[in-house]
T-cell receptor, first 111, second 115 residues
Framework: AQTVTQSQPEMSVQEAETVTLSCTYD???????LFWYKQPPSRQMILVIR??????QNATENRFSVNFQKAAKSFSLKISDSQLGDAAMYFC????????FGTGTRLQVTL | GAVVSQHPSRVICKSGTSVKIECRSL??????MFWYRQFPKQSLMLMAT?????????EQGVEKDKFLINHASLTLSTLTVTSAHPEDSSFYIC???????????FGPGTRLLVL
């Protein structure tokens, strides 16, 4: 069984600043993927970034990057130059066959 | 990124009626799709895995006769909520698996309200 833990129910960041969302996971699989999804008020789940577990290099997508620590089973998301449109619920997820989600972190972006 | 559509976006129905929700992968073929339910302020709960050309696999506690799933083509899965009751009111989200990328892409969701 897989578990994903997000220990920060809510986070706040000022516009243009950087914020890091934490995620730890546990899986018995050797081959798996990790994801961060964003869910804005529209409730559409949007893929932010993905990481293949066998890759050591941290994934980056524009202002979004991850810190993947495989031995520690940690997968944090860093958002640089935060924008108002980044305000949303962020879900960390892990999959080998099924997708297991964390409980989410609500990110607020202030002026 | 890949696009998944879901229809309808919201539906209101009377208790006892059936409601069908469609999920389509628009720019890739998906042999596997998933149906989730999301309660307010909670994470997504997997209901079932839909496999093209075969029976769906339901998660524990999900009534297969209540939530009928059909995956008749590589781009379409449907979820039918049969004899809907107010407790079935929820937000239902589908996803399609882009297998080469190991990534699920999600539809925009369907808000179901049963009166």
């Amino acid at each position: 069984a897989q578990t994903v833990t997000q220990s920060q129910p809510e986070m706040s960041v000022q516009e243009a600043e950087t914020v890091t969302l934490s995620c730890t996971y546990d899986t018995s699989e050797s081959d798996y993927y990790l994801f961060w999804y964003k869910q804005p008020p529209s409730r559409q789940m949007i893929l932010v970034i993905r990481q293949e577990a066998y890759k050591q290099q941290n994934a980056t997508e524009n202002r979004f990057s991850v810190n993947f620590q495989k031995a520690a089973k940690s997968f944090s998301l860093k958002i640089s130059d935060s924008q108002l449109g980044d305000a949303a619920m962020y879900f960390c997820a892990c999959t080998a066959s099924k997708l297991t989600f964390g409980t989410g972190t609500r990110l607020q972006v202030t002026l | 990124g890949a696009v998944v559509s879901q229809h309808p976006s919201r539906v209101i129905c009377k208790s006892g009626t059936s409601v069908k929700i469609e999920c389509r992968s628009l720019d890739f073929q998906a042999t596997t799709m998933f149906w989730y339910r999301q309660f307010p302020k909670q994470s997504l709960m997997l209901m079932a895995t839909s496999n093209e050309g075969s029976k769906a696999t339901y998660e524990q506690g999900v009534e297969k006769d209540k939530f009928l799933i059909n995956h008749a083509s590589l781009t379409l899965s449907t979820l039918t909520v049969t004899s809907a009751h107010p407790e079935d009111s929820s937000f239902y989200i589908c996803s399609a698996l882009d297998r080469p990328r190991g990534t699920q892409y999600f539809g925009p969701g369907t808000r179901l309200l049963v009166l």
